[in-house]
Structures are given as C-alpha cells and as structure tokens.
C-alpha cells in the first residue's frame, strides 16, 4: 500500500480547551460560576473553578515547537500552536497530517474530569453543580468541538465520577447524542475512590455495556505514573509510561467487571509490544494457581482469551508491537497520533507509521490504522464523507498551504546544566498545583 492511499483514524489525540468552551454551554442561572480562564501578573493562564488552578503544561502543546523548547513550564495560548484549541486549525493540521478521524482526551478537566470531582470529594461543592459544569463540558466537547466538521472526530466524554447512577445517566444521554466512548481512570483507587473491583461501579459498567460505549484507561489517569525514585532521570519516568499501563491491564483480566458486563476497555496510549508476554505470564500464573487462589472464567476460557475479547490495544509508535500483533487480537489493534502532545508523530504520521506497515498486507494496514477504530467506537465518517476523500493523499491535497515547519517561540533557550530528574518535574508540578501523573508525554 502507498502511503497516500492509507486512512488513519487516531484513537488518541488532545485538546487544549479554548478561552470561551463554556459559553453557551452552560445554563444561564449558572454563568457566573462557570470556571474562567485567568491571566495572572506573571503572564501565565490557568483555569480556576472551586479554589483550584489549571494551567496548559508545555509538554501538552508543542506541536509545531522545536525539540529544545519542550518543557514543564506553563504555556500560553499565545504561544502554542492555533491547532491544539482552535477546531478550525486543528482541521488544517490533521489534513497537513493526513489523519481523517481523531478522539481528543481532556486537558484542564484532566483524564477522568477530575477538575469537577476534586471539590465535590472535598464537599466544598454541591454536586449538583459539579454536573452541571461537567455535562456543559461534554455538551461542548461532543456538539461544539467534534459537530462542527462532521465525520472528523470521535466523541469522548467525561463522566461525574463521584456518582456511579449519574455517571450511568450521563453515558446513556450522550449516546443519544452518538457518543461511544467515555475517559476513565486507570485506577480509581488512587484518586480516593472505590478499585474497579468494587460493585460500587457496577451502574456505569451496565450502562456501557447497554449503550456499546467503549471505556477508555489513558495512562495517567490514576494522577500517578511509575517513579523509581526522586532523584532517577526523568527519562526514566517517561520511558515506563506507556508500560505502566500493565497494571490496569491485569486488575482487569482478573476482576469481575469482563465476566459479568460485556463492555470494553481501551489501554489508551499504552502501546502494545509488552502484550505478547502479558498474555503468556496470565496465563501461566492461572494453569499454576487457580487450584489455590479460587480464580475461574467463564465457558473453560483463559485469561488471555477475557483479554483478546475485551481489551482495545492502542499505539503511537510501536515497531515490535506490529512485527507480533498475531499474538495479539488483531481486529482490536488501533492507532494513535498524540496531537498535540511531546510523543506526538505529527506531521509525519503517515510516513512514520509506513516504516512498520509497510510489509504487512493491505487488510491489516486497514484494519490498524482506521477500520478497528471505526467498528469499535462506532465511528461512520464515510456518512458525511466520501471514502475517496478520506485517504492521506486526498487529505493532504487540501492542506498545501498549512506551515509544518518547527517554529521557535522566540524565547530565549538555556539548556539544562544537568539531567533534568524525575524530582525537578514533581517540583514543578507542585508549584502549579498539578499531579506529576497528569503532564503530557
């Protein structure tokens, strides 16, 4: 296949949420207690809603930056590229990339919408309130950001989590809407909440499997990441994110959730090529410990079979993933871009993408990069779109005026005197108020 003939659907982008997302999205009565973007004495900006503060962390905007000005420090709108929060340029720089289809996480709201849950777990505020702002977020996500070009995103909501009835109600209304897919957190325990083995949830995992709405883990989303230790080089740090994603993994091959709900989940933005020895190890540990540990699935399947039904794989990059994706459930494998995160292979994806595609057969290029996608998050661009427009090289035809170029901010660059460590980003993340688990890639 050539590259222009491909069509990719990314099941994992971002987006950087304008100044004015909740205007007209939330009840008149309610406008003044909307959260506001504030720019402090320092220049900086932040969201601020219930005594908390939002900032747009480097690492989440630097498409179009060179790689020497990635960086923890707050970024201005001013000076991240009009693609990461303006949907008109965001179309651009996806038909520049030619990508057709895009699924963008939160930012400020954070993974799981933590933004709105924090104070209500706090009892600072009525969660009543909490909802009304959450759902006018998703109502902006889902009727806003992805309805104004039809065909080019899928939807993806946040859910109340501090109430399992509301979050079932809130997946069951916006699947009316078209909306099959809902961000979770890896691991709710360690936001404060009950563990997914808990029937605490069991409301929003039958609401899911009613609606075929697919539950989204995107590594960080627990506010943690794997750190060794303080003084460990950040790259460390970075280097286990997308493996840190096993630990989600095997809480759910083992919990209740997949035999007793037919939903699915997405390991979003975990990559692939540790799965094969995954699979083996769950397995393993079930042949020689069941008889002592009370483990059972249903109809003699295995654990890996519970995963190869239920589990989405997803991926940015990942060369010895593809090189043995027969051992993985190859109708579930999806692609990811990262737009516009530090991970991100815009705007090469389509040749980055080829080097690891190339010798496999048209099918399961097609499979990979858009059909999966399409099928498991119930995703029909071909409805708005014609088929023939949807390929990179037709994409790409109408983005030849779009500048790709590295473009510097114009700051002055000091480079580190050190290896930057892991305790020099929790600093930072402390002094903007953010958990180290939630910068960018």
């Given amino acids: 296949m050539n590259v222009e003939d491909m069509i990719l659907v990314s099941v994992d982008d971002h987006v950087v949420e304008p100044p004015d997302m909740y205007e007209g999205h939330v009840p008149e009565q309610f406008k003044d207690e909307a959260p506001k973007l504030v720019t402090k004495d320092d220049g900086t900006e932040e969201w601020q809603w219930q005594g908390q503060a939002a900032t747009n962390i480097g690492l989440n905007a630097v498409a179009g930056r060179p790689p020497e000005e990635y960086g923890t420090e707050p970024a201005s709108f001013a000076e991240i590229r009009p693609g990461c929060y303006d949907i008109h340029e965001r179309i651009k720089d996806m038909n520049a990339n030619g990508v057709l289809g895009s699924m963008c996480f939160p930012s400020h709201a954070q993974f799981c919408g933590q933004f709105f849950a924090k104070p209500v777990q706090a009892e600072i505020v009525d969660p009543s309130l909490a909802l009304t702002m959450l759902r006018a977020y998703n109502d902006w996500h889902i009727d806003e950001w992805c309805g104004t070009y039809p065909g080019r995103f899928i939807p993806l909501q946040l859910p109340p989590i501090w109430s399992p009835d509301e979050m079932a109600a809130e997946v069951r209304r916006n699947a009316e809407k078209g909306c099959r897919a809902v961000t979770f957190s890896e691991n709710p325990a360690k936001l404060g909440w009950p563990s997914i083995h808990d029937p605490h949830w069991d409301p929003f995992w039958k609401a899911c ?37 096993v630990q989600a993994a095997s809480d759910l091959v083992w919990s209740r959730v997949l035999k007793e709900f037919p939903v699915r989940f997405a390991l979003s933005e975990g990559g692939i090529g540790w799965i094969p020895y995954f699979l083996e190890r769950i397995d393993y540990v079930y042949e020689h410990h069941k008889a002592w540990t009370g483990s059972t699935f249903p109809d003699g399947k295995r654990p890996s079979d519970m995963f190869h039904e239920r589990i989405i794989t997803c991926f940015i990059d990942d060369a010895f993933g593809v090189e043995n994706r027969h051992h993985l459930n190859l109708d579930h494998i999806t692609w990811e871009c990262d737009y516009p995160h530090s991970d991100s292979t815009w705007p090469f994806a389509p040749e980055t993408a080829m080097k690891y595609l190339a010798d496999l057969p048209d099918d399961e290029i097609n499979k990979i990069t858009h059909e999966n996608a399409m099928r498991l998050f119930s995703y029909d661009p071909y409805r708005h779109i014609p088929k023939e427009q949807c390929t ?32 020099t980003l929790m600093e930072a993340m402390a002094s903007m108020g953010k958990p180290a688990g939630e910068q960018g890639e």
Avoid: F, W, Y
């Fill in 209 to 245: 499997a009613d609606t075929e709405t697919v539950i989204c883990l995107h590594i960080g989303s627990s506010s943690e990441v794997v750190i060794t230790s303080p003084e460990a080089p950040l790259n460390v740090m970075i280097t286990l994110q997308p493996m840190n994603i």
């Fill in 392 to 423: 990179v090289g037709a994409l790409r035809a109408q983005a030849t005026d779009v500048d790709t170029r590295p473009t510097p901010s114009g700051k002055e660059i000091h480079p580190p005197e050190k290896e930057v460590t892991i305790l």
